[in-house]
């Protein structure tokens, strides 16, 4: 399906006639990834979640780029400016992992300064150290500062019965997904401590829950 917006004439409630040729789409959103494997595939199935409740009301596009940092963001509004169809958002999904400061800061940054314009809005979702941080978000609220390998055999004793922690899980969402809130709620608490800091000066930390706030009132969620 086109992901491109509909015209201002367009945004009318179709008639019976209409109904069954077109649904107008409300939110249409691109989410470039820093990772290749592990954060496309949990997006991936935040997408598919979210069409078996809102079939194409928002649209999603997933691209694992494979870039960091400055270079996430030059590529992100590359395809934007490339893109016929058009975007609300731009979710941009990095980790520290080892970079410079000066990097890892830049693309938070280049996303405030550059802010909506066109009609699309830039976002950083950076994650200190790493977005296992996320992850274990879901089950505990922590402060301690650790090494991302660190992350996983802590994950893998939260996941007791679901097996090992390992990236590139391809399902990892479904398994998180009970315990949305919990992590929304401890991501966004890890936030206010660190009001006022830069992201490299706020770890750990992670501003997935600001992305994952936005689409949780379309997404079917089972009970913890």
């Not at 496309?40 to 009301?57: A, G, H, M, S, W």
């Not at 009609?119 to 879901?138: D, M």
């Not at 609220?141 to 996983?152: A, I, P, T, V």
């Not at 809130?181 to 750990?204: F, M, R, V, W, Y």
């Amino acid at each position: 399906m086109s992901l491109k917006p509909p015209k201002h004439s367009e945004m009318k409630w179709p008639d019976k006639r209409e109904s069954k040729k077109r649904k107008i789409s409300l939110d249409y959103n691109l989410i470039v990834t820093e990772g290749t494997k592990t954060e496309p595939q949990y997006f991936e199935l935040l997408k598919e979640n979210i069409n078996r409740n809102e079939k194409n009301r928002i649209q999603l596009e997933i691209i694992g780029s494979g870039k960091n940092t400055r270079g996430l963001f030059e590529y992100a509004r590359s395809l934007v400016l490339k893109s016929p169809n058009g975007y609300s958002h731009v979710w941009l999904v990095y980790d520290m992992d080892d970079f410079p400061v000066d990097r890892f800061n830049v693309t938070a940054t280049l996303c405030e300064n550059y802010g909506t314009k066109d009609g699309v809005t830039y976002h950083a979702i950076w994650s200190n150290e790493c977005i296992e941080l996320w992850f274990l978000l879901h089950f505990s609220y922590m402060q301690s500062n650790l090494h991302r390998f660190e992350y996983f055999p802590k994950l893998t004793e939260y996941l007791a019965g679901f097996g090992e922690y390992k990236k590139n899980r391809d399902d990892l969402f479904d398994i998180l997904l009970p315990h949305l809130d919990t992590a929304i709620e401890n991501a966004e608490k890890l936030s206010l401590e660190h009001e006022g800091c830069t992201p490299a000066e706020s770890a750990p930390g992670t501003m997935m829950f600001e992305m994952m706030q936005k689409f949780r009132p379309y997404l079917i969620i089972p009970s913890p």
